[in-house]
């Protein structure tokens, strides 16, 4: 069976008015690592906000896919996909990304940092038969005149070569032609990002980024030892549903009310952790920050091997709208015609961001975990002796290890649903 997370994250930027305007150990460096690099402390101080925004994002995006549902989300697909808009963005809407994504200033004075980021991961997640692809694209209406800084920033710094099509005349093509590459970068794990409806004749501009993990866990899971067992709803019902059990690598550790365990994948650059709470994920989830997150993670002692492990097999997939999301967390003037200040962009503010959407989806089984993840924005114009089982609702993460990049972020309420 395979194993998967794939997530990609979107936003469409569009006109104000009609009238306006997989690789081996062995593989070459990722293209990002040739872009001009920050230091290594400022991509770890990259990676804290990137956290921060994850956990102030995560609440209201799991609110709006409703209760006592399965749940996966890319936090750093909406920071790089906002990122690459910011460098746009001027005045009160600069001001307000800024804020979210808690940047000391323009992404455009971030780049670097940000490339050297994104080059630790995917050296960090392609390794050992991993593989981790983080890939970035500014697909612009064909003709029209964008500011070259802009395209210059994106292209360098994020690694985001421009691509031209013609939205006035066929954004059904624009459609499929983007479309086309969310599903080579994901590895035809996410097919398609948007909708026929998402483009129109008044789109000018869309930046997508796509993540793609593909890990296999440091000690794998027998699959003859797979069998039924019970696992409790947040709700009380006892259900039965596929377990694995086996005797695997495990980093485990607690705070208060809370147990956390982590499996590393191979060469331990990325891992899964699985929170645990003793209450609900709900009660878990609103009081989450990232104080506590990093307080969970760095609870965790050393590896032992041959712990006994019971984990629930699952996959499933979530896609989001999250226009309305970032508005609540302050980003609102970006989704209004009448108040965004991209003139960053193209010189002018006939811009504004008509649709920001997300599709993730993961497979966790016995040989590992595969993830992806594609974000579009677009513009209009020692062992135990009882085994660690995971029987109960739980929160989990894919993460890197040595900088802390959090790249996929979820919970589990039944692993019985698709």
């Known amino acids: 069976?395979?194993?998967?997370?794939?997530?990609?994250?979107?936003?469409?930027?569009?006109?104000?008015?009609?009238?306006?305007?997989?690789?081996?150990?062995?593989?070459?460096?990722?293209?990002?690592?040739?872009?001009?690099?920050?230091?290594?402390?400022?991509?770890?101080?990259?990676?804290?906000?990137?956290?921060t925004f994850a956990v102030d994002l995560f609440q209201p995006a799991v609110a709006s896919a409703g209760t006592g549902q399965n749940f996966i989300l890319s936090p750093h697909g909406v920071f790089s996909t906002l990122a690459m808009i910011d460098?746009?963005?001027?005045?009160?809407?600069?001001?307000?990304?800024?804020?979210?994504?808690?940047?000391?200033?323009?992404?455009?004075?971030?780049?670097?940092?940000?490339?050297?980021?994104?080059?630790?991961?995917?050296?960090?997640?392609?390794?050992?038969?991993?593989?981790?692809?983080?890939?970035?694209?500014?697909?612009?209406?064909?003709?029209?005149?964008?500011?070259?800084s802009f395209l210059t920033t994106l292209a360098k710094g994020y690694d985001a070569p421009l691509q031209q099509v013609d939205y006035e005349t066929n954004?059904?093509?624009?459609?499929?032609a983007i479309d086309g590459w969310v599903s080579t970068q994901t590895q035809g794990e996410i097919p398609s990002l948007l909708q026929p409806?998402?483009?129109?004749?008044?789109?000018?501009?869309?930046?997508?980024n796509a993540i793609y993990f593909k890990g296999a866990w440091e000690t794998a899971f027998d699959p003859s030892q797979t069998s039924p067992r019970?696992?409790?709803?947040?709700?009380?019902?006892?259900?039965?549903?596929?377990?694995?059990?086996?005797?695997?690598?495990?980093?485990?550790?607690?705070?208060?009310?809370?147990?956390v365990y982590e499996l590393g994948y191979k060469g331990g650059?990325?891992?899964?952790?699985?929170?645990?709470?003793?209450?609900?994920?709900?009660?878990?989830?609103?009081?989450?920050?990232s104080a506590s997150l990093g307080a969970a993670v760095a609870s965790l002692g050393q590896a032992r091997a041959n712990v006994e492990v019971q984990l629930p097999k699952f996959a499933f997939h979530t896609h989001l709208a999250l226009a309305p999301i970032l508005s609540g967390l302050g980003v609102a003037d970006l989704f209004d015609p009448a108040k965004?200040?991209?003139?960053?962009?193209?010189?002018?503010?006939?811009?504004?961001?008509?649709?920001?959407?997300q599709e993730a989806i993961i497979q966790v089984d016995e040989t590992g975990t595969v993830a992806a993840a594609a974000t579009a924005g677009g513009a209009v114009a020692a062992s135990y002796t009882l085994p660690t089982t995971i029987d109960r609702p739980f929160l989990f993460l894919i993460r890197d290890t040595s900088n802390g990049s959090l790249l996929f972020m979820g919970h589990v309420e039944d692993p019985r649903q698709d």
């Open 1 to 51: 069976m395979s194993r998967w997370t794939r997530m990609v994250t979107g936003a469409l930027v569009t006109c104000a008015a009609a009238s306006a305007c997989s690789k081996e150990a062995t593989a070459p460096p990722p293209a990002v690592c040739s872009a001009p690099q920050g230091s290594s402390a400022e991509a770890r101080t990259l990676a804290g906000d990137d956290a």
């Open 87 to 148: 460098v746009g963005a001027a005045n009160e809407t600069d001001a307000q990304i800024q804020s979210a994504l808690h940047l000391p200033g323009n992404a455009a004075s971030i780049a670097p940092a940000y490339a050297a980021l994104a080059c630790e991961d995917e050296t960090d997640g392609t390794s050992n038969g991993d593989q981790l692809s983080i890939a970035s694209s500014v697909w612009a209406q064909k003709g029209m005149a964008f500011e070259p």
């Open 171 to 176: 954004a059904t093509a624009a459609v499929t």
């Open 197 to 208: 409806t998402d483009l129109t004749s008044t789109t000018r501009l869309v930046l997508v």
């Open 230 to 259: 019970p696992f409790t709803l947040s709700d009380g019902t006892a259900v039965t549903t596929p377990t694995m059990d086996g005797f695997v690598t495990l980093r485990s550790g607690s705070t208060s009310g809370l147990s």
């Open 269 to 289: 650059a990325m891992a899964m952790d699985f929170l645990v709470p003793s209450g609900s994920v709900a009660d878990l989830e609103a009081s989450l920050t």
């Open 340 to 357: 965004a200040d991209l003139e960053g962009m193209d010189g002018a503010k006939d811009l504004y961001v008509s649709t920001f959407v």
